[in-house]
T-cell receptor, first 113, second 109 residues
């Protein structure tokens, strides 16, 4: 039990639609990151938020966007869904800084048909 | 970003020690070495991390080479629940964990 919860756990969307995934961070954690994990691959960094500001971004197009709220919970939004967006989306929270432990949620499985 | 090299797979017998190696020869002086593991259909789980000195916790030990170009994760007594993909990740102040292919550990009863 990491204290990081994600919703929904599974969902199916149609190509071209939009999706919002949600993450509740571990209490007190001000830094949240999102990762995409395709089947059989390691997780890929999408972006990170620190105190409601985007603080780093991986190699993902602008249709991947996010928000972090004052209570440090977070959303990942993906517009104009493509078939290749089918993946496990992981949220991770920490106190920030590279000396601290990072805790992952169980992820949201997205299938685009 | 530092690159890592890990064996694709390893096998162990239950209740025996397991040593999982990782080469990270391009690691920078301030990168911490993090280890995570991932069971099927679950999110990655933190195992241990360190900078220069060897580290121990309830899950494992981390032995870091003096030149920091390699490290070894040690599971003292493997159990069936330890079967997972293990990732070694040099973590810098860029804020992102860069996952490689990791090592798939199989534990035999």
């Amino acid at each position: 039990e990491t204290g990081v919860t994600q919703s929904p756990t599974h969902l199916i969307k149609t190509r071209g639609q939009q999706v919002t995934l949600r993450c509740s961070s571990q209490s007190g954690h001000n830094t949240v990151s999102w990762y995409q994990q395709a089947l059989g691959q390691g997780p890929q960094f999408i972006f990170q938020y620190y105190r409601e500001e985007e603080n780093g971004r991986g190699n993902f197009p602008p249709r991947f966007s996010g928000l972090q709220f004052p209570n440090y919970s977070s959303e990942l939004n993906v517009n104009a869904l493509e078939l290749d967006d089918s993946a496990l989306y992981l949220c991770a929270s920490s106190l920030g800084g590279f000396a601290n432990t990072i805790y992952f949620g169980e992820g949201s499985w997205l299938t685009v048909v | 970003d530092a690159k890592t090299t890990q064996p694709n797979s390893m096998e162990s017998n239950e209740e025996e020690p397991v040593h999982l190696p990782c080469n990270h020869s391009t690691i920078s002086g301030t990168d911490y070495i993090h280890w995570y593991r991932q069971l099927p259909s679950q999110g990655p789980e933190y195992v241990i991390h360190g900078l220069t000195s060897n580290v121990n916790n309830r899950m494992a030990s981390l032995a870091i080479a003096e030149d920091r170009k390699s490290s070894t994760l040690i599971l003292h007594r493997a159990t069936l629940r330890d079967a997972a993909v293990y990732y070694c990740i040099p973590y810098s102040n860029t804020g992102k964990l860069i996952f490689g292919q990791g090592t798939t550990l199989q534990v035999k009863p």
